[in-house]
Structures are given as structure tokens and as C-alpha cells.
């Protein structure tokens, strides 16, 4: 069975860092594409960044470039977002996914929440 | 960034009555590789999404077959052929065709 399993959320002050990570297990890690995705206090959905199968290629939305890097340990079968210089409208629960088809995911994780607030 | 914009953003279904929500993008969703990654995720309150069509049409494992998925190019619609109470939630489209990938706005579906 596929699980994902984020943990890192939590409060933070504009300005400051969090890292993510996603635990996966249940299926090949190392042979799948990777996401976050994050859902507002609103409850819609913005994809944010997703890697591929060795790390090697990684692609964001505009308003996290710069901000945030996604990155994955095929030996510890983890997947993180590193957050940096947060903003309030970056507050938001964020998955982790899983991309086991061509443009898309097929596996969420529940999610941790994020509050950027001071 | 492709926009992709649902309609209607809320629908009250009696139950065993079918219900469909259509899903317009701001551009194509055919691939350089011909593929057209156009999806469709329900959410049921407090539950993460799970998806239920990828591929504009193609029904996930476990996923009951009163939903089905159709469309091409810009155009796509989910219909639920009987609707039953387990149904209500969220539903939103998403393309992954284009980067970023991005989603719809969400239909809600409640019971009537």
C-alpha cells in the first residue's frame, strides 16, 4: 500500500524557514516523480513544485521560485521542501504526491500544516 | 499559466440523479506527445483529494464506474451517472500538461 507521511509543519514569522519531508513507502521511491502541493485557508488547490525520479530535474509555480527547493533522498526514501523567506500567503496544509502517471498524481499524502503569521 | 475554470461551482443533487461538471482550460491540454493529461480529483470533507479519472477518461482502480470522464482539447466534463451519498465533497480538475500544473476553482456537490 502506498503511504506518504509529511511532518515539518508548524508556525513561523514572515521572513523565516521551515523544511518539509515526506516519508514514502509501498512502493518504488527511487522509480517515481514527486510533488507538494498546498490547499489555502480558502480550500483551493496550487501545485508547487515537482522533482523526478533522480532529483535531477526539479520544476516550480512562479510565486515559490527562489523561495522554496524540493529535493528527495532515493536511499532514505524521503521527499522535502525546503521553505525560505515565508510569506503570509504561503500559509497552507502541503502534500506530498505522488506522480505515478504523465502529468498527474495518484497518491497524497495527509498532509502538514504551514502558518507564516507574526 | 493555463487557467482552468469549473462549472458550476456548486451543484445539489438528488440522490440517484446523475450530475456533471465541466472543466474549460485557457489552452490546449494535448501534449508535444500527443498524450492530454487532464484529471479529475474528489475530496471529501475532511479527506486528502483522491483522484478518480487521469488521462481525460481513464478511471482509477477502485473508483466505481457511475463517474466517468470525457472531453478533448479545451473542453471536459465529469459526470457522475447516479449520485450517491458517499459522493459529496469537492471535485476539481487539474492539468498536467503544462508546467505549472494547476487546478480548477472546485465544484461543490451536496445531497438535495
Known amino acids: 500500500e502506498v503511504q506518504l507521511v509529511e511532518s515539518g509543519g508548524g508556525l513561523v514569522q514572515p521572513g523565516g524557514s521551515l523544511r518539509l519531508s515526506c516519508a514514502a513507502s509501498g512502493f518504488m521511491f527511487s522509480k517515481n516523480w514527486m510533488s507538494w502541493i498546498r490547499q489555502g485557508p480558502g480550500g483551493g488547490l496550487e501545485w508547487v513544485a515537482n522533482?523526478?525520479?533522480?532529483?535531477?530535474?526539479?520544476y516550480y509555480v512562479d510565486s515559490v521560485k527562489g523561495r522554496f527547493t524540493i529535493s528527495r533522498d532515493n536511499v532514505q526514501n524521503t521527499l522535502y521542501l525546503q521553505m525560505n523567506s515565508l510569506r503570509l500567503e504561503d500559509t497552507a496544509v502541503y502534500s506530498c504526491a505522488r506522480s505515478g502517471t504523465p502529468g498527474s498524481v495518484d497518491h497524497w499524502g495527509q498532509g502538514t500544516l504551514v502558518t507564516v503569521s507574526s | 499559466d493555463v487557467v482552468m475554470t469549473q462549472s458550476p461551482l456548486s451543484l445539489s443533487v438528488t440522490l440517484g440523479q446523475p450530475a456533471s461538471i465541466s472543466c474549460r482550460s485557457s489552452?490546449?491540454?494535448?501534449?508535444?506527445?500527443?498524450?492530454?493529461?487532464l484529471n479529475w480529483f474528489q475530496q471529501r470533507p475532511g479527506q486528502s483529494p483522491r483522484r478518480l479519472i487521469y488521462a481525460v477518461s481513464n478511471r482509477d482502480s477502485g473508483v466505481p464506474d457511475r463517474f466517468s470522464g470525457s472531453g478533448s482539447g479545451t473542453d471536459f466534463t465529469l459526470k457522475i451517472s447516479r449520485v450517491e451519498t458517499e459522493d459529496v465533497g469537492v471535485y476539481y480538475c487539474?492539468?498536467?500538461?503544462?508546467?505549472?500544473?494547476?487546478f480548477g476553482q472546485g465544484t461543490k456537490v451536496e445531497i438535495k
Open positions: 487539474m492539468q498536467g500538461t503544462h508546467w505549472p500544473w494547476t
Open positions: 522533482i523526478n525520479d533522480d532529483g535531477r530535474e526539479t
Open positions: 489552452q490546449s491540454l494535448v501534449s508535444s506527445a500527443g498524450g492530454t493529461y
